[in-house]
């Protein structure tokens, strides 16, 4: 008979493409448990190790002949590093995986089919899985509130377990800049010091070891960081600094409201190019990933005309610097280089620019507000956030397809979704996370599981069994009425 706590295989998120059940193969974990894995997926292992420690209060030793195996297999047909075969059966458990990257996922799979307590007994049979879209992600603000890299690595491992593989870091705007640049000192001296983000309680930067690390640590985490810095707008801590960025050279106030749309760098200016490319250099060669987000959005105050001008300047630097740009879909109204990828983020049923990109072989990353932003208010009654953008409840970040957002933007264009994070009413990591989770795990599955695979209904009950696995992680999460909480 199986314990009252077991878990049936296919009750994971994000959901797997394929489950097979046999409930005459569950695996009661043994006492003299062991873990095989070949050398490239040591850390793996050992991650796996850990979990079944916990869970146990075994020993759960490396061993080449464990009972449970990590193994490598090129297979050839494999369309994803991450794709993954987890095997489980009554003498033993199998994963295979073409890469470590799906081993990983395979673990985070086994990790939700592990209890929170009570006997160990794994559910018998297959899992075979592989993601829907390469990019998975997720944004955090640190210049509106700055986050310390604790509270960021925190984030790192919560987000890791649902297979989000990419976290994009908001690190300049009008109330704060938050990254250390070699060369322009007063930049995080002066926009990342005291008095700085909303209502200047949000003081701090990453400097660039700081940076270094938190790139590495993710990257043990299969996250990618994503740095972005926002141009030609929102650049009002920039100027702050270095008043010679403005048109005037004249100094300008620091803002700590909430407004946008109000500063612009000077396109006409050989200085701006100056410093637009210093920091692209930096901030490209700290970070190995493929990526560079380079803003783009609410330049209300650069014209139609300065605003190409600017982006098809600026716009080819990622790439003389071995990254693909990524940018707020306006600037999808110039021609893009080969390689950059907008990022809808925008409520209209329509946006004739992405469709364009589209059409022409860019990929879209998709994160409407009305669906993804996580920093929206659940319902009226949410204490935390902001709805111009409407109310967005767990059902509603669930309940869409990005391969119907946009007219001209379908499967094929997308590289995947994004739920952006914005800190305007953000203070704490508890914070964070009561916005975030449950919401963002919605917009994992978006992202991993094939959309006939996908329906409200299976979620809300997956999602129900991990209130308690939230606790035990020691996570501030939302507890949504339209969850029934185990």
Same mark, same amino acid.
Not at 260 to 282: H, K, N, P, Q
Not at 304 to 313: N, V
Not at 355 to 375: E, F, N, T
Not at 399 to 416: H, M, T
């Given at each position: 008979?199986?314990?009252p706590?077991?878990?049936?295989?296919?009750?994971?998120?994000?959901?797997?493409?394929?489950?097979?059940?046999?409930?005459?193969?569950?695996?009661a974990?043994?006492?003299?448990?062991?873990?095989?894995?070949?050398?490239?997926?040591?850390?793996?292992?050992?991650?796996?190790?850990?979990?079944?420690?916990?869970?146990?209060?075994?020993?759960?030793p490396?061993?080449?002949?464990?009972?449970?195996?990590?193994?490598?297999?090129?297979?050839?047909?494999?369309?994803?590093?991450?794709?993954?075969?987890l095997?489980?059966?009554?003498?033993?458990?199998?994963?295979?995986?073409?890469?470590?990257?799906?081993?990983?996922?395979?673990?985070?799979?086994?990790r939700?089919?592990?209890?929170?307590?009570?006997?160990?007994?794994?559910?018998?049979?297959?899992?075979?899985?592989?993601?829907?879209?390469?990019?998975?992600?997720?944004?955090?603000?640190?210049?509106?509130?700055?986050?310390?890299?604790?509270?960021?690595?925190?984030?790192?491992?919560?987000?890791?377990?649902?297979?989000?593989n990419?976290?994009?870091?908001?690190?300049?705007?009008?109330?704060?800049?938050?990254?250390?640049?070699?060369?322009?000192?007063?930049?995080?001296?002066?926009?990342?010091?005291?008095?700085?983000g909303?209502?200047?309680?949000?003081?701090?930067?990453?400097?660039?070891?700081?940076?270094?690390?938190?790139?590495?640590?993710?990257?043990?985490?299969?996250?990618?960081?994503?740095?972005?810095?926002?141009?030609?707008?929102? @650049?009002? !801590? =920039?100027?702050?600094?270095? *008043?010679? +960025?403005?048109?005037? /050279?004249?100094?300008?106030?620091?803002? $700590?409201?909430?407004?946008?749309?109000?500063?612009?760098?000077?396109?006409?200016?050989?200085?701006?190019?100056?410093?637009?490319?210093?920091?692209?250099? @930096?901030? !490209? =060669?700290?970070?190995?990933? *493929?990526? +560079?987000?380079?803003? /783009?959005?609410e330049?209300?105050?650069? $014209?139609?005309e300065?605003?190409?001008?600017?982006?098809?300047?600026?716009?080819?630097?990622?790439?003389?610097y071995?990254?693909?740009?990524?940018?707020?879909?306006?600037? =999808?109204?110039?021609?893009? *280089?080969?390689?950059?990828?907008?990022?809808?983020?925008?409520?209209?049923? $329509?946006?004739?620019?992405?469709?364009?990109?589209?059409?022409?072989?860019?990929?879209?990353?998709?994160?409407?507000?009305?669906?993804?932003?996580?920093?929206?208010?659940?319902?009226?009654?949410?204490?935390?956030?902001?709805?111009?953008?409407?109310?967005?409840?767990?059902?509603?970040?669930?309940?869409?397809?990005?391969?119907?957002?946009?007219?001209?933007?379908?499967?094929?264009?997308?590289?995947?979704v994004?739920?952006?994070?914005?800190?305007?009413?953000?203070?704490?990591?508890?914070?964070?996370?009561?916005?975030?989770?449950?919401?963002?795990l919605?917009?994992?599955?978006?992202?991993?599981?094939?959309?006939?695979?996908?329906?409200?209904?299976?979620?809300?009950?997956?999602?129900?069994?991990?209130?308690?696995?939230?606790?035990?992680?020691?996570?501030?999460?939302?507890?949504?009425?339209?969850?029934?909480?185990?």
């Amino acid at each position: 008979m199986r314990p009252p706590t077991m878990r049936q295989l296919g009750d994971v998120i994000p959901r797997p493409v394929s489950v097979r059940s046999d409930p005459a193969a569950d695996f009661a974990v043994p006492a003299d448990v062991s873990v095989s894995a070949a050398p490239a997926a040591a850390a793996i292992a050992d991650e796996l190790a850990d979990l079944l420690r916990r869970a146990t209060g075994y020993a759960v030793p490396r061993d080449p002949g464990g009972s449970i195996r990590l193994e490598l297999d090129d297979d050839a047909g494999a369309t994803s590093p991450e794709s993954y075969r987890l095997d489980i059966a009554a003498d033993g458990v199998t994963l295979r995986a073409p890469a470590v990257e799906g081993l990983f996922a395979g673990v985070q799979t086994l990790r939700q089919l592990l209890p929170v307590k009570g006997e160990v007994v794994l559910p018998g049979g297959r899992v075979e899985d592989e993601p829907r879209f390469a990019y998975r992600g997720t944004m955090l603000d640190l210049a509106r509130h700055f986050f310390a890299p604790a509270d960021i690595r925190s984030f790192i491992d919560t987000i890791a377990q649902f297979k989000i593989n990419h976290l994009h870091l908001h690190l300049t705007d009008d109330q704060g800049w938050r990254l250390e640049i070699d060369g322009w000192p007063r930049l995080t001296e002066v926009s990342g010091g005291a008095g700085t983000g909303i209502d200047g309680a949000g003081p701090g930067f990453l400097t660039a070891q700081d940076y270094t690390d938190l790139v590495a640590y993710a990257a043990t985490r299969f996250v990618t960081i994503v740095p972005e810095i926002d141009l030609p707008g929102h @650049v009002n !801590a =920039a100027q702050v600094a270095y *008043p010679e +960025l403005t048109c005037d /050279g004249e100094p300008v106030q620091p803002r $700590t409201d909430a407004e946008v749309g109000y500063s612009s760098l000077c396109v006409d200016r050989e200085e701006t190019y100056a410093f637009v490319e210093d920091v692209i250099r @930096v901030v !490209a =060669a700290l970070t190995p990933g *493929p990526y +560079l987000h380079i803003g /783009g959005d609410e330049a209300l105050s650069t $014209t139609a005309e300065d605003y190409r001008t600017f982006m098809t300047r600026v716009l080819p630097l990622p790439g003389k610097y071995d990254k693909r740009a990524i940018g707020w879909h306006e600037m =999808a109204a110039v021609d893009l *280089p080969e390689g950059a990828v907008p990022q809808y983020w925008r409520i209209e049923p $329509t946006d004739d620019g992405v469709a364009r990109a589209a059409a022409a072989g860019h990929q879209v990353i998709m994160s409407p507000a009305d669906r993804s932003y996580l920093d929206m208010k659940y319902d009226d009654s949410s204490p935390l956030g902001l709805d111009w953008a409407g109310l967005v409840s767990v059902e509603r970040s669930y309940d869409w397809d990005p391969a119907d957002r946009l007219p001209g933007v379908g499967e094929e264009s997308l590289l995947g979704v994004e739920a952006p994070l914005w800190s305007e009413t953000l203070r704490s990591r508890a914070d964070i996370e009561f916005m975030v989770f449950p919401r963002l795990l919605a917009i994992a599955e978006i992202g991993w599981t094939p959309q006939a695979a996908r329906d409200w209904s299976s979620f809300r009950e997956r999602l129900a069994e991990f209130g308690p696995r939230f606790e035990a992680l020691g996570v501030t999460f939302h507890r949504s009425a339209e969850i029934d909480w185990r």
